[in-house]
């Protein structure tokens, strides 16, 4: 572990944060290093700072599959949807918007839901198939099985239309 992650650790592990971290911190965000990028956007979480809220929206295109990332954006809660919207908008890569899918599951409101609704409709098999999982989790059985059924007659991609049976079976349980 490089200098760099030894002192992000410490930062995560303290109660209060200086304002030098904040500076250290908001520089780490835009970090080379993926495990660098990851430590900085769980300490942004984890203190929520708002004021780098959009770099770590933004970050959500460059976090590959590290978790971290959406995790720490839906720390938020709420007050982060009308950013994700209109980056949504903005950006073209898959990776944000599968990201910003996984946000909305975590987050659960019916603004959310709404949002994951049009996102299951995007061009990307990946992102489609985090929507549709993330739905799973917040739309009550009944109105969950309806839609899954629909999608599911008009989807093209073979691991998406696997991944919409799988769901269907696991609600019929």
Not at 30 to 52: H, P, T, Y
Not at 82 to 96: A, I, R, S
Not at 122 to 134: A, C, G, N, Q, T
Request: hydrophobic share 40%; aromatic share 4%; net charge positive.
């Amino acid at each position: 572990m490089n200098k760099i992650s030894q002192k992000l650790n410490l930062i995560l592990r303290q109660e209060k944060m200086s304002l030098d971290d904040h500076v250290f911190v908001e520089n780490c965000l835009a970090d080379e290093d993926l495990l660098v990028r990851s430590l900085a956007v769980r300490i942004v979480g984890r203190f929520r700072i708002e004021r780098l809220l959009p770099k770590l929206i933004d970050s959500l295109s460059t976090g590959g599959e590290k978790m971290s990332f959406p995790d720490a954006v839906a720390t938020f809660g709420k007050k982060v949807i009308p950013l994700l919207k209109e980056k949504l908008t903005q950006k073209t890569n898959t990776t944000f918007r599968k990201n910003v899918a996984f946000v909305l599951g975590k987050i659960g409101t019916e603004e959310s839901k709404d949002i994951l609704m049009e996102l299951v409709e995007d061009k990307s098999p990946k992102v489609r198939r985090v929507s549709i999982l993330e739905l799973s989790y917040i739309v009550d059985k009944k109105k969950n099985s309806i839609l899954l059924q629909q999608l599911l007659k008009r989807e093209k991609d073979e691991t998406v239309r696997f991944l919409i049976e799988k769901v269907i079976s696991k609600l019929g349980k």
